[in-house]
């Protein structure tokens, strides 16, 4: 018996809007990595990029628990000797919500081309402005 692997024409991506307002950060980082990747879908193959496209809105109002907030940090390394810049989560959270929650979902997909490809399928925004009408994104819940 043949393993069954999809062809690019059957690979129809779907689109989806996730309301992040009053979510937890971690897991709606695991949801919304479970869609990009398509681990739903009965047409799963490890190996190709099977996922849908994601549209994240209102990350500025997700939820924060236990002491991240002060806690946590995130480096950043300029290439340079003494280049290692690390900022406050609360710090980055102010000016960038939509950068710690795109950074939370990319930590959880392949460290590999394949997941270089899923990430870009993820839009995320700060508020619920969003410029993707014209693809009729479905709304998830997970409630």
Do not use: C
């Not at 496209?53 to 236990?66: S, W």
Request: no cysteine; proline share 7%.
């Amino acid at each position: 018996m043949r393993t069954y692997i999809p062809k690019a024409a059957e690979l129809a991506p779907k689109w989806y809007l996730v309301d992040a307002q009053g979510r937890t950060l971690g897991r709606i980082a695991a949801q919304v990595a479970s869609l990009l990747r398509g681990k739903q879908n009965p047409r799963f193959t490890p190996f190709l990029a099977t996922g849908e496209h994601v549209i994240v809105i209102n990350a500025a109002k997700l939820k924060v628990t236990g002491r991240k907030m002060e806690d946590k940090q995130y480096h950043h390394f300029t290439g340079y000797p003494g280049g290692l810049k690390t900022r406050q989560m609360q710090t980055r959270f102010a000016a960038q919500p939509d950068a710690v929650l795109r950074d939370a979902i990319v930590g959880m997909l392949p460290k590999t081309t394949l997941g270089k490809h899923l990430a870009r399928n993820l839009r995320v925004y700060r508020d619920e402005r969003h410029p993707h009408f014209a693809q009729q994104p479905e709304p998830v819940s997970w409630d």
